[in-house]
C-alpha cells in the first residue's frame, strides 16, 4: 500500500466520496432494528423506544406475540409507553382518554369512556413489523409503505470458516445475554469506533487484556487496499470485514520505537479475530471476548445526537449445565469486564468525538489516515446500501 492511501488529502473532497453517509445523521430508514431485549416485555406489558425519530412502542399479547406501533396517541399525541394499560387482549389503551388500538392492525378498536363514538373504526395508528429471536425484539422502521424485507438482509452473515465457529443471530440454537443504554453521541462515530482498527489503543490497559493476557496491538496495519473485504451478498446483508485473521490483509503493531514507553500487552490472539460493520447500524465481533464467542453490538440511532447501545454476548445453546456456565460467565465476566469496563472506553471515546463532529463540521475537517482505512470503506458501503434516511420528527425545526 502507498504511503498515502487517500490521493485527495482534503477531508472535504474525500466527504463527498460518501455524500449519502454524510447526509444520514439522523440514521438509514427502512432497516430492521433491535428495538428492546425479550425479557423487557412482559405480556400486556408496553416498553416505548424512538429510532430514528419514530417513537414506538412495544407490547405483547396473551398469546406471548410481540407487536410494535405508534407511541404517540392519534387523539392528543400523548406516549401510549408513559402509563402501560392493556384491557382486553391484543390491545392497547391509551392511558389518557381510553382511545384503544388494535395490537395488529392499529385500529381504533373503541374509545373506554365513548363506546358509540363515530371515530371507533374510522381511525387507525400506524404499525410497524416485528420479529422476535435471539432474545431481542426487532422493529424494521420507515417510510409505512416501503416493502418489508426479509430480517435477514440487516443482519451479519453466518460465518462459516469452521463448523459452529460463531452463533448467527438467526440460528435457533443461539443463546445471548446483553444490556442496552442511552448515549449521547451520533451512531456513525459509534459505528465508526467499533470497526476502527486504529483505536485499539483506548483498550491497552483494560481489565479484560490484563486478566486474559490476551494481546492487545497498538494499531493494526492495512497491508494492501482490499485488507477490508467488501461483503455484498445479492439478496443477503451488506458490510466491511476487517479480515484480520489473513496475515497478507493486516500486521498487528505491537510496538513503535518513537515511543519506547508503551508496547503491546498480552501474547496470544485467536486464530479467527475479526471485526465488522454491517447495514444498517451493527458490529460484529467474532471469538471475542474468547474464542468460541461473539459479540454483537447495535448503535440504533435515536436522533441525530443520540443512540441507543446494545451489547450482546451469543454463545451456543446446550446442555442446562452448559447453559448455567453461560449464565455465570455473563453476569461475572463478559458483563463486568467486557461490556462495561471494556466498552466503557470506547463510549467515552464516541461522546468526546461527537462535540467536534456537531458543532466543528467533524465530516469536512477530520485529517485521516492510514489508520482509517477501513472505516472509509464502511462509508462508502453503508452510502451504497443504505434505503433511505430518517428526518427529523420536528417539524418547526429550521
Ligand atoms: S391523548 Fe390518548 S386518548 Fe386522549
Ligand atoms: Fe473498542
Not at 381510553?98 to 400506524?126: C, F, H, M, Q, W
Not at 466498552?343 to 461522546?351: G, K
Amino acid at each position: 500500500m502507498s504511503q498515502n492511501v487517500y490521493e485527495v488529502g482534503k477531508a472535504s473532497q474525500l466527504s463527498r466520496q460518501y455524500g449519502p453517509y454524510v447526509q444520514a445523521d439522523w440514521g438509514y430508514a427502512n432497516h430492521w432494528y433491535p428495538g428492546v431485549f425479550s425479557d423487557e416485555v412482559a405480556e400486556r406489558g408496553v416498553v416505548g423506544i424512538t429510532i430514528g425519530g419514530h417513537d414506538i412502542a412495544i407490547s405483547r399479547d396473551q398469546n406471548g406475540k410481540a407487536w410494535a406501533l405508534s407511541d404517540r396517541c392519534i387523539h392528543k399525541g400523548v406516549k401510549l409507553s408513559l402509563k402501560p394499560m392493556c384491557f382486553a387482549d391484543g390491545t392497547i389503551t391509551c392511558w389518557y382518554h381510553g382511545y384503544t388500538y388494535n395490537l395488529e392492525s392499529g385500529n381504533l378498536d373503541t374509545i373506554v369512556g365513548s363506546p358509540d363514538d363515530k371515530l371507533i373504526d374510522n381511525a387507525r395508528t400506524r404499525t410497524y413489523p416485528t420479529e422476535e429471536f435471539a432474545g431481542i425484539i426487532w422493529v424494521f422502521v420507515g417510510d409505512e409503505d416501503y416493502p418489508t424485507p426479509p430480517i435477514s438482509t440487516d443482519l451479519p452473515i453466518k460465518v462459516t470458516d469452521k463448523p459452529n465457529a460463531i452463533p448467527h443471530l438467526q440460528d435457533p440454537r443461539i443463546i445471548t445475554r446483553g444490556i442496552r443504554r442511552k448515549l449521547y453521541g451520533n451512531w456513525r462515530l459509534a459505528v465508526e469506533n467499533g470497526l476502527d482498527p486504529g483505536h485499539l489503543l483506548v483498550h491497552w490497559d483494560n481489565q479484560i487484556i490484563v486478566a486474559l493476557d490476551r494481546a492487545m496491538p497498538l494499531g493494526m496495519k492495512a497491508l494492501k487496499e482490499d485488507a477490508t473485504e467488501l461483503l455484498d451478498f445479492e439478496d443477503g446483508p451488506k458490510g466491511v470485514m476487517n479480515r484480520y485473521d489473513l496475515p497478507d490483509n493486516y500486521a498487528p503493531v505491537f510496538e513503535n520505537p518513537k515511543v519506547p514507553d508503551i508496547k503491546a500487552r498480552g501474547k496470544w490472539m485467536p486464530e479467527i479475530f475479526r471485526v465488522s460493520a454491517w447495514v444498517p447500524a451493527t458490529l460484529m465481533v467474532e471469538n471475542w471476548p474468547i474464542p468460541d464467542y461473539a459479540q454483537y453490538e447495535f448503535y440504533v440511532p435515536i436522533d441525530d445526537h443520540n443512540h441507543m447501545y446494545f451489547e450482546v454476548i451469543a454463545y451456543w445453546g446446550g446442555t442446562p449445565d452448559q447453559d448455567k456456565e453461560f449464565d455465570m460467565k455473563y453476569e461475572h465476566f463478559f458483563k463486568p469486564l467486557g461490556l462495561l469496563d471494556f466498552n466503557n472506553n470506547d463510549i467515552m471515546a464516541r461522546e468526546a468525538t461527537e462535540e467536534f463532529y456537531e458543532k466543528r463540521d467533524g465530516w469536512n475537517n477530520e485529517q485521516l489516515s492510514d489508520l482509517d482505512f477501513s472505516v472509509v470503506a464502511w462509508r462508502k458501503h453503508a452510502s451504497k446500501y443504505g434505503r433511505g434516511f430518517f428526518e427529523s420528527p420536528d417539524f418547526d425545526e429550521e
